[in-house]
């Protein structure tokens, strides 16, 4: 699995700020409308109740938000770049300016894990990370994100 089979053009934002994780993911929801025809607030209230087992930011700025959806077929990712960026109860105490959403179905066990084992290498990758904050296209964004090579395999 790679980036690019996840992750749509149109799934993809670059925000100059926001105010609170709230309303990270109301954008993260009104985004999965646009790109998967998914609900808004269906998706912003699945990211906010996964949030609060606790929070998803893995640190060096980088938050990866994962929610399971009944009316997903297929593992969906979106990418938001904040700007200014924002609190997030991060493991390490910093903010966050890299988000990459990952939704699921509910029944999606090995998809769901190879999808988050993907991206989370991917958003390790400082030089990657380096080349998303440089860029504010979400074009550009797209591409830097969907050339990240496949998985090992096992």
Do not use: W
């Not at 988050?116 to 994100?145: E, F, G, I």
């Amino acid at each position: 699995m790679n980036i690019a089979k996840i992750l749509r053009p149109e799934a993809v934002r670059h925000i100059a700020s926001l105010s609170s994780k709230k309303r990270l993911f109301h954008e993260v929801g009104d985004l999965a409308s646009i790109a998967y025809g998914l609900n808004p607030a269906d998706v912003a209230s699945a990211l906010q109740e996964r949030e609060a087992l606790g929070p998803t930011g893995v640190g060096q700025g980088v938050a990866l938000p994962h929610a399971r959806l009944a009316e997903l077929t297929t593992v969906r990712g979106l990418f938001v770049l904040i700007e200014r960026p924002l609190e997030f109860e991060a493991v390490d105490k910093q903010p966050v300016d890299l988000v990459f959403a990952l939704l699921a179905p509910e029944d999606a066990g090995v998809e769901h894990l190879k999808a988050l084992a993907v991206v989370s290498r991917s958003m390790r990758d400082a030089d990657l990370c380096a080349k998303l904050r440089a860029n504010t296209d979400p074009a550009t964004l797209h591409t830097l994100l969907a050339e990240q090579p496949r998985e090992k395999a096992a």
